[in-house]
């Protein structure tokens, strides 16, 4: 059986989620061989491993920034209290002054353990519906798909509402513009009916 060793571990300590890098899988005998070879090597060996280790430690530290960030950023779905929280690679850049291709090859690689389970860091990332303006709300699709759901709850049975009638409510109460054509797609997503195929139901 194939075991993934996480690269990143985040616990729980009195109910704040803490993140640290898993050190643990560097073997001590390694780095003691390590060493041991690099004071016996040449000046220009020498160089070019504290240029490697400077590297390495570069790509933890920004590891474990990433991390931090995004375990903050989904602490309420980490502790079962709600959807993932949208949240992009640019963002994540701009946040620690790094670049987007740097952030997108760490979370596509990297795995994070939770108390419970290990999952890929690339989870924890959920992208934005839509958002033309800087004064729209900013929604992930399984957000959108609860707020429908929210919405379909309380609809009059007598009076079923369209995707239309659907994007109007979601523009009202919760600002949220999209199309009718968007509002079908993550009905659809979130198996539900038309309002003609809820009206058998």
């Given at each position: 059986?194939?075991?993934?060793t996480?690269d990143v ?11 640290s890098?898993?050190?643990s899988?560097?073997s001590?005998?390694?780095?003691k ?7 016996k090597?040449?000046?220009e ?26 375990v903050n950023?989904?602490?309420k ?14 963002q ?14 760490i979370?596509s ?6 108390p ?5 860091l690339?989870?924890l ?6 958002r ?23 609809e009059?049975k007598?009076?079923?509402?369209s ?16 199309s ?6 993550y009905?659809?997503l979130?198996?539900?009916g038309?309002s003609?195929e809820?009206?058998s139901i």
């Open positions: 059986k194939h075991y993934l996480p571990i985040a616990f729980k300590i009195k109910g704040v989620w803490e993140v890098l898993n050190d899988y560097i001590e005998t390694l780095i061989r390590i060493k041991t070879t690099l004071n090597s040449s000046l060996i020498k160089q070019e491993a504290k240029s490697f280790i400077k590297g390495f430690e570069r790509r933890q530290q920004t590891l474990l920034l990433v991390s931090k960030l995004l950023k989904q602490r779905f980490l502790n079962g209290e709600g959807n993932l929280e949208p949240i992009t690679l640019s994540i850049a701009k946040s620690i002054n790094s670049s987007e291709s740097t952030i997108s090859r979370v690689s990297k795995y994070l353990q939770l419970k389970n290990s999952i890929p690339s989870n990332l959920e992208r934005n519906v839509t033309s303006s800087e004064k729209e709300k900013e929604i992930s699709p399984s957000q959108l798909k609860q707020l429908i759901k929210n919405i379909l709850n309380w009059d007598s009076q079923l509402l995707d239309e009638k659907i994007r109007l409510l979601l523009e009202k109460k919760y600002a949220i513009n999209i009718r054509r968007t509002v079908c797609k009905r659809i979130a198996n539900i038309s003609g809820r009206i």
